[in-house]
């Protein structure tokens, strides 16, 4: 398994912390989204979407990113920034941005159903990586 997950949802993290290299961002959604624009600058590749199922940044406070580490360059600097991961982690903050001045949800047994729904998806991505 050559990749990691990052991710902001405490069940993400129990479910996979055992099995894989997980990235615990304690904070937002944009917080998720600004850590991996940096590993990405840094040399990462997304391998997930960063707005994948279809759920909007407004619509759920959790999200998770499956990344990996770029190959180094013969002169051991770091590897450069994928174009396309940089263009998607940038449309990602953009769409954030779009929302921002949504009302954040703080009913415990939404943010709850929101976990599931990221772990869900994110279950989904991690089988595929693993193929």
Same mark, same amino acid.
């Given at each position: 398994?050559?990749?990691?997950?990052?991710?902001?949802?405490?069940?993400?993290?129990?479910?996979?912390?055992?099995?894989?290299?997980?990235?615990?961002?304690?904070?937002?959604?944009?917080?998720?989204?600004?850590?991996?624009?940096?590993?990405?600058?840094?040399?990462?590749?997304?391998?997930?979407?960063?707005?994948?199922?279809?759920?909007?940044?407004?619509?759920?406070?959790?999200?998770?990113?499956?990344?990996?580490?770029?190959?180094?360059?013969?002169?051991?600097? !770091?590897?450069?920034? /994928?174009?396309?991961? *940089?263009?998607?982690?940038?449309?990602?903050? @953009? $769409?954030? %941005?779009?929302?921002?001045?949504?009302?954040?949800?703080?009913? !415990?047994?939404?943010? /709850?159903?929101?976990? *599931?729904?990221?772990?869900?998806?994110?279950? @989904? $991505?991690? %089988?595929?990586?693993?193929?």
């Amino acid at each position: 398994m050559n990749y990691y997950i990052l991710t902001n949802n405490s069940q993400a993290k129990e479910e996979f912390e055992q099995t894989h290299n997980v990235r615990f961002v304690d904070g937002k959604l944009i917080d998720v989204l600004i850590t991996a624009r940096d590993l990405i600058n840094n040399g990462a590749v997304l391998l997930s979407h960063p707005l994948y199922g279809s759920v909007k940044p407004n619509e759920t406070p959790y999200r998770s990113i499956l990344l990996r580490e770029g190959k180094p360059q013969a002169d051991g600097l !770091p590897a450069p920034a /994928d174009p396309e991961s *940089v263009r998607l982690i940038g449309n990602a903050i @953009s $769409a954030f %941005e779009k929302f921002i001045d949504k009302k954040e949800v703080t009913d !415990p047994r939404l943010l /709850d159903d929101f976990q *599931v729904v990221d772990l869900s998806l994110l279950r @989904s $991505a991690v %089988e595929s990586a693993d193929l």
